[in-house]
């Protein structure tokens, strides 16, 4: 019970801080708006809430001696990925600090860049809420304001991963991963739930008549380079295959 506990509240911050980034992205552009730096707030406050409540009930069970090697080893995974997440929320959060500095909106001091982003970036903020629709109620100064809070909390975070280490001592490096570099790439699932196509490499066994003694190819076999069609996939460059 208490892993599928772990393994849902962590989920529970992965998602939001990755909302966080992709929000984040959008500062400086033409998307930025009252209502961007709005959500980057409520985000990153949810992902704080989450952060704190991982890390209590993770500091909780590896503090507990009873718990059987197992089950240690999987807590200990976990807090690494916790740890992971930590840093890449800290990470963003400095980010948004200085672009947010340099890109003032109620007094602008210089152009949005155009990085050819378009749209409301509502619909990330509200799946990082969990909520169906954003209801936004910051002032028009929100933009200068909320950098004081913002820095305020950049410190919080980096008092809290410091904290974390002296409590509990876990070494990433002793950590075995329970799936291979990459898994969730070549994973059927994946795909349609991301726009990004899975790559697999296609294998194929050079035959006797496709080469000549000194290496080079055989007449009428393609060049390096050239698109070719691997077996159940789609066309793309020799030896590679997009599905």
Not at 6 to 20: I, S
Not at 93 to 106: A, V
Request: aromatic share 4%; glycine share 6%; hydrophobic share 35%.
């Amino acid at each position: 019970m208490g892993k599928e506990e772990c393994k849902t509240m962590l989920d529970a911050l992965n998602k939001v801080t990755a909302c966080y980034r992709h929000l984040v992205i959008a500062l400086g552009s033409t998307s930025d708006s009252q209502n961007l730096r709005e959500e980057l707030k409520r985000t990153r406050k949810k992902a704080q809430e989450l952060a704190v409540a991982n890390r209590t009930k993770l500091t909780t069970l590896l503090k507990d001696k009873s718990i059987s090697k197992e089950d240690r080893a999987e807590y200990e995974r976990l807090w690494v990925l916790f740890s992971s997440s930590m840093e890449l929320l800290e990470v963003d959060m400095k980010r948004s600090l200085e672009i947010g500095q340099d890109f003032p909106l109620k007094v602008p001091t210089r152009h949005l860049i155009q990085t050819g982003m378009t749209g409301s970036t509502s619909t990330v903020a509200a799946r990082a809420m969990s909520v169906q629709n954003m209801k936004y109620e910051a002032d028009s100064n929100i933009d200068t304001a909320d950098l004081k809070d913002l820095q305020s909390e950049i410190t919080q975070v980096s008092q809290m991963m410091e904290e974390m280490e002296m409590k509990v001592q876990v070494a990433p490096w002793a950590v075995v991963a329970k799936q291979e570099a990459g898994a969730e790439l070549k994973s059927n699932l994946s795909v349609g739930n991301s726009s990004v196509g899975v790559i697999s490499i296609c294998e194929e066994e050079p035959k006797d008549d496709e080469a000549h003694a000194d290496g080079h190819p055989a007449r009428g076999a393609p060049p390096q380079g050239r698109a070719v069609t691997c077996p159940g996939g789609k066309q793309g460059l020799k030896g590679i295959q997009y599905k």
